[in-house]
């Protein structure tokens, strides 16, 4: 995103008479020198006048937000608002548009989310936020729990601008996260997960974890309450998979069905905690034929984590090529020669016989050989 660009719409928009400021996650980032992503602009212009001036779509129109394209770029831009009473704890039931840009700016988040730059990079702070960020300090606007049931999500934001930012959480915002961090449970889970995603990919994820203790907001995570107070314990905090594989393993191998992981996460998840449960000493080369390396890898993390194993990845994968049969079809018999050695047809017989044979092979019992192999099975009785 270009800040350049940006500036240049807010001359544009002042032009047609209007007030508009940079404000958010653009103007923190800008003071603390770091990246940033979003460019987000408040102006006391309402939608349809931007619409009038500018290539916009209305993004948001219901809470004044609408998206221009200006330099092949997009920007958010809302009219300064207050917002009315909410009854789904995370969006406004109504918003009410305001001339006054400090109206806007108390109904936002956090005080490091609420400073305002011009054009020229003039600085207006009408909340301390600049003193916050010289603090590291993460600092709810005004009263915590107001802005914590205007939108409870903003509880699991707290605890993301930690994680990034290894910022401390301010007293009493931390004591109202809380007290009111029931309020998480009324969100859409879908929301909760993808916020809790970005926790997890913060560079201070573990000063983020404390908090999550201190504010008790792990009892109201479904299924990972012994996860997170495990995970608080350790050096080094484990990457995502891992978190969650070893949250559900010392959940008896349970996933709560609140979680709206994809097919593809939710299995690969179950498929680690139920290896680690079973294997807890040492992963088998039976474990690694039917799971597959990378659940085994996985599963090894997590007992790794748990101090159940030592970390194996490299032999893991070793043991993986090495193996005498990696599926069903490198079998040196197909099933129609194992139906012609017994004269048989196909039946339960077949299936068991070949599930054996694997293991066997697995163990080291027989080799892999057509010549092994049949004598195997004319040893078996069916």
């Known amino acids: 995103m270009s800040i350049k660009s940006a500036k240049n719409l807010i001359r544009d928009l002042k032009k047609h008479g209007y007030q508009a400021?940079?404000?958010?996650?653009?103007?923190?980032?800008?003071?603390?020198?770091?990246?940033?992503?979003?460019?987000?602009?408040?102006?006391?212009a309402k939608p349809f006048e931007v619409m009038k001036h500018f290539k916009a779509v209305p993004s948001g129109i219901k809470y004044g937000t609408v998206t221009i394209l200006y330099d092949n770029l997009q920007f958010e831009v809302t009219t300064f608002r207050t917002d009315g009473p909410t009854s789904d704890f995370r969006h406004p039931d109504s918003v009410i548009y305001?001339?006054?840009?400090?109206?806007?700016?108390?109904?936002?988040?956090?005080?490091?989310?609420?400073?305002?730059?011009?054009?020229?990079?003039?600085?207006?702070?009408?909340?301390?936020?600049?003193?916050?960020?010289?603090?590291?300090?993460?600092?709810?606007?005004?009263?915590?729990?107001?802005?914590?049931?205007?939108?409870?999500?903003?509880?699991?934001?707290?605890l993301y601008f930690q994680s990034k930012l290894g910022f401390e959480i301010e007293e009493n915002t931390k004591e109202a996260m809380l007290n009111n961090r029931h309020l998480i449970k009324?969100?859409?889970?879908?929301?909760?997960?993808?916020?809790?995603?970005k926790i997890l990919q913060g560079k201070h994820l573990k000063m983020a974890i404390q908090s999550i203790i201190d504010t008790k907001i792990h009892e109201v995570l479904p299924g990972l309450e012994k996860g997170i107070l495990w995970v608080n314990k350790l050096e080094e905090m484990p990457f995502i998979d891992t978190f969650f594989a070893l949250s559900f393993t010392l959940n008896k191998g349970i996933i709560p069905v609140e979680w709206t992981f994809s097919n593809v996460h939710?299995?690969?998840?179950?498929?680690?905690?139920?290896?680690?449960?079973?294997?807890?000493?040492?992963?088998?080369?039976?474990?690694?034929?039917?799971?597959?390396?990378?659940?085994c890898l996985l599963a090894n993390k997590v007992n790794f984590n748990l101090g159940k194993q030592k970390y194996l990845n490299r032999s893991i994968q070793d043991r993986f090529e090495k193996l005498p049969i990696k599926s069903e079809l490198d079998l040196a018999l197909t099933s129609q020669e194992i139906?012609?050695?017994?004269?048989?047809?196909?039946?339960?017989?077949?299936?068991k016989i070949k599930k054996e044979m694997i293991t066997d092979i697995l163990n080291k019992k027989v080799l892999n050989t057509k010549e092994s192999l049949t004598k195997y099975v004319e040893s078996k009785e069916v």
């Open 186 to 197: 009324e969100l859409a889970m879908e929301r909760v997960h993808k916020e809790l995603i």
């Open 339 to 351: 139906m012609n050695i017994k004269n048989k047809k196909a039946g339960i017989w077949l299936g």
């Open 98 to 158: 305001s001339d006054n840009v400090t109206d806007d700016v108390h109904r936002r988040d956090f005080t490091i989310n609420g400073i305002l730059m011009d054009e020229y990079q003039n600085i207006y702070d009408y909340v301390g936020g600049q003193k916050d960020i010289e603090n590291k300090l993460i600092r709810a606007i005004g009263d915590p729990s107001t802005r914590f049931n205007e939108d409870a999500l903003r509880i699991l934001r707290a």
């Open 266 to 295: 939710r299995n690969k998840y179950l498929k680690a905690s139920e290896v680690a449960l079973n294997y807890p000493k040492e992963i088998s080369d039976e474990a690694l034929y039917q799971y597959g390396l990378e659940i």
């Open 21 to 44: 400021y940079l404000v958010g996650g653009v103007v923190r980032d800008f003071l603390m020198k770091e990246k940033f992503s979003d460019i987000d602009i408040t102006t006391n």
